[in-house]
């Protein structure tokens, strides 16, 4: 056999193998809604049954959603303090005080961005040793996304900010109608983001010049945090409705009510195979067609009462799997159908107000007992290692690259001795 044939054998090989691995790339929950898209979809296996795999108990209630990175958890408490934890067995490896108004971590590059104490954070991720802060002029409760080397975070000071990712240094700032407590989604070179007095709003990711806005119905109401996808921005509001509009221009596509009484949707929206994921403060969670708003499922987890109703959890969706926070409990639902699959009971019997990420089979979460949760399958529990095979993102890209240029040498090298052949004759 020609050794071309033998290379273009083993390349072949070697490329179709890394496109069965791709879809068990190693999937990091990097920031608030898991990645600057805020989509709330993660990769690996569902955890079914639940098994309490450990608990941290922190000074105060934990209602930040956490990053998972590299086998390390990072999230905020209201004791003032951010919390690294070794993801597999919940002992602590770092804490640093940032004060009050914490907000959800975002960690890339092994920097752990942060907001608290009315300045944004940056933090080495393995010893958390701060590298620089920011001040704005009030909290900020805002999850910070971090695209291209740039830190997008907003403010009670109704600012949303551009901060250089290394330096801190200032790129921009854009000053809203309101409070800017809405974490920014960031796609294709556009930042969206909600605030205070009802507006959505459209920047340039690199001037921070508005591009559009919108208001929803009630403009004294409080937005969610946006999820671009495919296109189309969805955002809860206090009003009652979950928004699906144009991310290019604003057009709204469609809105669809929630439930009765009090039925605020802060919730940020999860956006998964076609379809809205989002919790409503009158008790209920939702699943909405992408296309056209029309109810898929309800779900409720409790009745309205004064105390009990309000949901302010965002689901995480993972493998037909809908996570989500609630009265006592965190939930999992079937996303094609809304059935209760399970809940789990954290000790304190409180509210569970943080928004779930989940890692390789793993539920993370914070309470408002203090804690923070990890639990998975019975797989996961008797077994540090993933239940799905683990290929390293970068490894994937380079063997597919080395193996296209191998093809193409080949096909040159081939073709010239082709021609080489045709002239000799």
Request: include cysteine.
């Amino acid at each position: 056999m020609n050794i071309l044939h033998v290379v273009a054998a083993v390349v072949c090989i070697i490329f179709v193998s890394s496109l069965v691995l791709i879809p068990f790339a190693k999937a990091d929950w990097t920031m608030f809604r898991a990645d600057p898209t805020h989509s709330g979809a993660g990769a690996g296996n569902p955890a079914l049954p639940p098994a309490l795999l450990w608990n941290y108990t922190t000074g105060g209630a934990v209602v930040s959603s956490p990053a998972v990175v590299d086998g390390v958890i990072y999230v905020s408490s209201t004791d003032g303090n951010i919390y690294a934890l070794n993801a597999a067995n919940g002992i602590k490896i770092w804490s640093y005080t940032v004060g009050v108004g914490l907000s959800s971590p975002a960690v890339v590059s092994g920097v752990v961005y942060v907001g608290g104490d009315n300045k944004i954070y940056a933090l080495h991720a393995n010893t958390g040793a701060q590298l620089w802060n920011y001040a704005t002029g009030n909290e900020v409760t805002s999850s910070p996304a971090v695209v291209g080397g740039v830190v997008y975070v907003g403010s009670v000071d109704d600012s949303v900010y551009a901060l250089n990712a290394s330096s801190g240094i200032q790129l921009w700032n854009y000053t809203a109608s309101d409070s800017v407590e809405s974490s920014p989604a960031v796609v294709g070179g556009v930042v969206y983001v909600g605030c205070d007095g009802g507006n959505v709003y459209a920047l340039n990711a690199s001037s921070g010049i508005q591009l559009w806005n919108y208001t929803t119905v009630d403009g004294d109401d409080f937005t969610s945090s946006p999820a671009v996808v495919d296109g189309v921005l969805y955002v809860g509001s206090e009003d009652g409705n979950v928004y699906a509009l144009n991310a290019s221009s604003s057009i709204l596509l469609w809105n669809y009510t929630t439930g009765y009484l009090v039925s605020w949707v802060t919730s940020s929206p999860a956006v998964v195979d076609g379809a809205v994921y989002v919790s409503s403060s009158n008790g209920n969670v939702y699943a909405l067609n992408a296309a056209n708003g029309v109810k898929l499922w309800n779900y409720t987890i409790s009745l309205y009462n004064a105390e009990f109703a309000y949901l302010y959890s965002s689901p995480a969706v993972v493998n037909g799997v809908v996570y989500v926070g609630g009265a006592f409990n965190v939930y999992a639902l079937n996303a094609a159908n809304g059935v209760k699959l399970w809940s789990f009971n954290t000790t304190g019997g409180t509210m569970v107000y943080s928004s779930p990420a989940v890692v390789n089979g793993v539920v993370y979460i914070g309470s408002t007992d203090d804690n923070v949760y990890a639990f998975g399958s019975i797989t996961t529990s008797s077994s540090p290692s993933p239940t799905v095979p683990e290929f390293p993102t970068q490894a994937l890209i380079t063997t597919l690259v080395v193996s296209l240029i191998t093809i193409l040498s080949a096909v040159i090298i081939r073709g010239k001795k082709r021609i080489n052949r045709n002239l000799q004759s």
